[in-house]
């Protein structure tokens, strides 16, 4: 409670008061239907005057206790709760002093507005964290993707080693055949299938 509202530590008696305080007048288990204050005192507790520790207040000066342009009120922090519900323990930060007043004003907006803030970051963190998750998660499904199967490498290897051949070796026959298909000499190729187109050659070769 100190720490959340940055209070010095020597007021720690009294933030230790007000949370007794407080749960005296409330329902902490499901299975309690009475406050301790209830149980105690016989009727249930006053919740109206509760106001939220280390809250600003402002005290009203009396007359009597200022002249005629000083301030109407000076600025507390609110501690505690007096012997009544109409008295209040209040922290003036100026005389490091702890007074019980009755005549007090209370500004709980700022209070609740910073309550509400740290709510949503606290939400904003928790979503933030959750997508860092799913990020990271995404991650190592991603690097843990399955490869290709154990020796498919080889498989591949050995199917572009045996195309290579099966190319080779048609390179080969054709190569071959085409070798067959020239004659060797006059005699062949004036014998052969085309011994015609062969003899025109020849006479265009000696009579160009």
Same mark, same amino acid.
């Given at each position: 409670?100190?720490?959340?509202?940055?209070?010095?530590?020597?007021?720690?008696?009294?933030?230790?008061?007000?949370?007794?305080?407080?749960?005296?007048?409330?329902?902490?288990?499901?299975?309690?239907?009475?406050?301790?204050?209830?149980?105690?005192?016989?009727?249930?507790?006053?919740?109206?005057?509760?106001?939220?520790?280390?809250?600003?207040?402002?005290?009203?000066?009396?007359?009597?206790?200022?002249?005629?342009?000083?301030?109407?009120?000076?600025?507390?922090?609110?501690?505690?709760?007096?012997?009544?519900?109409?008295?209040?323990?209040?922290?003036?930060?100026?005389?490091?002093?702890?007074?019980?007043?009755?005549?007090?004003?209370?500004?709980?907006?700022?209070?609740?507005?910073?309550?509400?803030?740290?709510?949503?970051?606290?939400?904003?963190?928790?979503?933030?964290?959750?997508?860092?998750?799913?990020?990271?998660?995404?991650?190592?499904?991603?690097?843990?993707?399955?490869?290709?199967?154990?020796? *498919?490498?080889?498989?591949?290897?050995?199917? *572009?080693?045996?195309?290579?051949?099966?190319?080779?070796?048609?390179?080969?026959?054709?190569?071959?055949?085409?070798?067959?298909?020239?004659?060797?000499?006059?005699?062949?190729?004036?014998?052969?299938?085309?011994?015609?187109?062969?003899?025109?050659?020849?006479?265009?070769?000696?009579?160009?």
């Amino acid at each position: 409670m100190l720490h959340a509202r940055n209070l010095p530590r020597y007021l720690w008696a009294e933030a230790v008061h007000t949370a007794a305080y407080l749960l005296n007048r409330i329902l902490n288990r499901k299975e309690i239907t009475k406050t301790q204050y209830e149980e105690w005192v016989g009727r249930r507790p006053t919740v109206e005057h509760l106001r939220i520790f280390g809250c600003d207040a402002y005290v009203h000066i009396p007359d009597q206790h200022r002249r005629k342009f000083d301030p109407k009120t000076r600025k507390v922090i609110f501690v505690g709760y007096g012997p009544s519900i109409k008295m209040f323990r209040v922290f003036d930060t100026n005389k490091h002093r702890v007074d019980e007043v009755m005549d007090v004003q209370f500004n709980e907006l700022l209070q609740k507005r910073l309550v509400l803030i740290a709510g949503e970051e606290d939400s904003w963190m928790e979503t933030a964290d959750k997508n860092e998750d799913d990020i990271l998660e995404d991650d190592k499904t991603e690097k843990r993707a399955p490869g290709p199967p154990v020796g *498919s490498k080889n498989k591949i290897k050995v199917i *572009s080693n045996a195309l290579k051949m099966e190319l080779c070796s048609k390179s080969t026959e054709r190569t071959a055949m085409l070798a067959a298909a020239d004659p060797l000499t006059e005699e062949e190729a004036l014998e052969g299938a085309n011994a015609e187109k062969w003899e025109e050659a020849m006479l265009e070769e000696i009579n160009p």
